[in-house]
């Protein structure tokens, strides 16, 4: 076989892949529950790519993650649940039913109204899929199709923007904040004690808060928390750099020491006009 920019090849290596005896024996072991942590991974992934601004690697991930798609359709295949082509089709329809106000007589002045329209029609469809599992399953919730798969802070904030859509929400940031420093408070209390379980829960409440706190600014937390990631990371890489220049091992150098390199770090990203 040689690349090719059509998908139809791509779907047959796969299915060459996963044909017994010939095919891939790795590929062949795979279920959905194997494969959909590489699903995941290759996501986060594709947004690296974008955060970096590496197109290079973005077409690569994307190609990565097409080929999760890709793998999954092709096992539902095998068992006679749905093909490729369903899966276009599927969310083609979604596309267009989604948007009537451009593939259709509806008309959007602005991009509010068209996110009205859009949750409307997200709603009707959750309404449409509690009705195909039947008077036996759970009634339908808001909260439905918020995925338990995805991390935790942007889960958080999924969940109480559905909630606020309907009133369920804190009046301002000020009630957030107060409710932030209540949970701090309620750490704190779990701290001394000395319950485990009890100071797990603070601290989910506390993040929960925090989560919250995020949407009302108009700040997304996971990218928040990303950066702030990224911040640690290169402020830790100068106080190795500079225990190196030194001559000391971290392991040795005490704390002092180590507070002197991270606080030269934090001060001329201050005089750059950062934190």
Known sequence: MTPSKDISRL?????ALRTPGTG???DLEQDFASIAPYTIEEA?????AI????????RDELGDLLLQVVFHARMAEERGSFAFGEVVEAITGKLIRRHPHVFGPDAADDARAVKRRWEAIKAEERADKAARRGAGGP???????????LPALNRAEKLTRRAAGVGFDWPDTDAVMDKVREELDEVGTALTGGDRGALQEEIGDLLFAVA???RHAGIDA???????????????LHVEARAEEDGVKLAEAGL???DGYWNEIRARDKAAGGD
């Open 256 to 258: 002092e020491r180590l």
């Open 212 to 214: 919250n706190l995020a």
């Open 139 to 149: 009634p339908p919730s808001l909260l439905d199709d918020v995925p338990h798969a």
């Open 222 to 236: 996971e990218t928040a928390l990303r950066d702030a990631n990224a911040k640690f990371t290169r402020r830790f």
């Open 24 to 26: 891939c024996p790795w």
């Open 11 to 15: 779907l047959e290596i796969m299915a």
């Open 44 to 48: 986060y992934e594709v947004a690296d």
């Open 51 to 58: 955060e970096r601004g590496d197109f290079d690697d973005l």
